[in-house]
């Protein structure tokens, strides 16, 4: 049974210490607004009345906050407070320059350090399913491999440059928030039209946006050989705007904006992937 310290009870966090107290470690919690850590102790968790206090004995501290100043301002309180070898395990999403301070600074003071963002719901982390990833000193990662496993359905692990993991959970956010906006665009254009949105999102039960993603492989890769010209996207996403009427939109007017720049620039013949372009270069052989 591992003795652990949890700092920030959020929805996410509180589903954290949840799982954990359920699996038999011992935890105790420090959060801002008291009241969301108290609530803790119905599933076993201590409440500590500060970051120091939580972090006093315990193997390893988790951090799971709202942004890059509160991890800050935690860190600063929790100087002098952490036993010896214990390792801070920071679950924030995160800047990638704020994560690849806070390692070097940590380490600088001979502080283990893992970034381990995850993409979970609270359910996924009550149940140890979703996914984890993990970055910082290769030894720690493998030490720390069999308590981040049963937090989680998978661990991936990126090497020992925090700010990659911090990278990659940007990375996965970008497209769960702009695929989000997107869809509210999509229902907006579909009901003005006479469409119901219940009705309109039936449509992707058989139309699977997964293949969409083979686009971004050839993204990623500088091929912009058309399958879907980029001046007929654009044509189609005027279709939406005009569709929407005087409803607000808040992805494809500045997607539509981009396009108009890219075909300005000559690419309205390439693939819709060229929208990558000013990141990938054309393949000179596509």
Known sequence: MANVAWIGAGLLGSAFVEGLCARGDEVTVWNRTASKAEALTAHGAKVAHSPGEAARGADRVHLCLSDDAAVDGVLALLEGHLRDGAAIIDHTTVSPGGARARQAHLNGRGVPFLACPVFMAPANARAASGIMLC????????????????????????????????????????????????????????????????????????????????????????????????????????????????????????????????????????????????????????
């Open 135 to 286: 970055a910082g000193e290769r030894e720690l990662i493998e030490q720390s491999t069999p308590l981040l496993s049963a937090m989680t359905g998978k661990l991936l692990t990126y090497g020992q440059d925090a700010g990659v993991a911090a990278t990659m959970k940007l990375v996965g956010n970008a497209l769960i928030i702009s695929l989000s906006g997107a869809l509210a665009d999509a229902l907006s254009f579909a009901q003005e039209s006479g469409v119901p949105p219940e009705d309109a999102i039936k449509l992707f039960e058989d139309f699977n946006i997964a293949g969409a993603m083979g686009r971004g492989k050839r993204m990623a890769t500088g091929n912009y050989k058309p399958s879907f010209e980029l001046s007929m996207a654009q044509k189609d996403l005027r279709l939406m705007i005009e569709a929407a009427g005087e409803l607000p939109l808040g992805v494809l007017p500045g997607l539509h904006a981009r396009m108009g720049e890219l075909i300005a620039a000559g690419h309205g013949q390439d693939d819709l992937a060229v929208l990558a372009r000013d990141v990938i270069p054309k393949k000179t052989d596509a």
